[in-house]
């Protein structure tokens, strides 16, 4: 079982930037494509950003339409680490943040929640206007 801890989720102004990190004590995730996904409240959970693992290929990253241009996935496997800069945040982009892993091909992604194998518990970000 793979075990996921998001952190640095925050209230923040809207225009501000802010950085999510997702690790794992106990497994390494260098050959899972990791993905983050968001909640907010009354609504379903949605795909934010997805990166693959390498595999020898480069890596490969997706985005919600509605975070492109302002967040960029990336990952730190010596770190064992998945991290979300977001910036220019906007009081939409308020949810509770998670991060999943999945098994997927190298080089790929899914922008799928069903393809996800495990979640972490999630951190809240809080934009206000």
């Known amino acids: 079982q793979v075990q996921l801890v998001e952190s640095g989720?925050?209230?923040v102004?809207?225009?501000d930037s802010l950085r999510l990190s997702c690790t794992a004590s106990r497994h390494s995730l260098s050959t899972y494509a990791m993905?983050?996904?968001?909640?907010?409240?009354?609504?379903?959970?949605?795909?934010?950003?997805?990166?693959?693992w390498s595999?020898?290929?480069?890596?490969?990253?997706?985005y919600a339409d509605s975070v492109k241009g302002r967040f960029t996935i990336s990952r730190d496997n010596a770190n064992n680490t998945v991290y979300?800069?977001?910036?220019?945040?906007?009081?939409?982009d308020t949810a509770v943040y998670?991060?999943?892993?999945?098994?997927?091909?190298?080089?790929?992604?899914?922008?799928?929640?069903?393809d996800y194998e495990y979640w972490g518990r999630g951190t809240q970000v809080t934009v206000a206007s």
Do not use: H, T
């Open 9 to 11: 989720g925050a209230l």
């Open 13 to 15: 102004q809207a225009g």
């Open 35 to 52: 993905g983050w996904f968001r909640q907010a409240p009354g609504k379903e959970r949605e795909f934010v950003a997805a990166i693959s």
């Open 55 to 62: 595999g020898g290929m480069p890596y490969y990253a997706d």
């Open 84 to 92: 979300l800069q977001m910036n220019s945040l906007k009081p939409e």
């Open 98 to 114: 998670y991060c999943a892993a999945a098994w997927v091909v190298a080089g790929r992604v899914s922008v799928e929640r069903r």
